[in-house]
Nanobody, 123 residues
């Protein structure tokens, strides 16, 4: 059974940091790219960052450049999203997703999704 499980979300003050984790199981981790997306209330799901073994990391949201980074621990089948200097506008449910092709900003190009983890940034 394919599973993607996110964790690490929570409530943080503006300027703070969080590290989200995405643990994958049920598929060959090295063969997939992992993307992080977020969805705020009333807004469309937005691609944030993606990582692949061949292309490294790719940013899709200009607003997070210089603040968010993505990394992967293949031995643990885990991808991390380090979020620094958080802003209230970063408040959203964050999802990780696995894709069998390459990194895309379009969420419909991904095959598997986690359940999401809430990130709330207070001002």
């Amino acid at each position: 059974e394919v599973q993607l499980v996110e964790s690490g979300g929570g409530l943080v003050q503006a300027g703070g940091s969080l590290r989200l984790s995405c643990v994958a199981s049920g598929f060959t981790f090295d063969d997939y790219v992992i993307g992080w997306f977020r969805q705020a209330p009333g807004k469309e799901r937005e691609g944030v960052l993606c990582i692949s073994s061949s292309d490294g990391s790719t940013y899709y949201a200009d607003s997070v450049k210089g603040r968010f980074t993505i990394s992967s621990d293949n031995a643990k089948n885990t991808v991390y999203l380090q979020m620094n200097s958080l802003k209230p506008e970063d408040t959203a449910v964050y999802y990780c997703a696995a894709g069998s092709d390459r990194c895309y900003s379009d969420y419909d190009r991904y095959d598997y999704w986690g359940q999401g983890t809430q990130v709330t940034v207070s001002s």
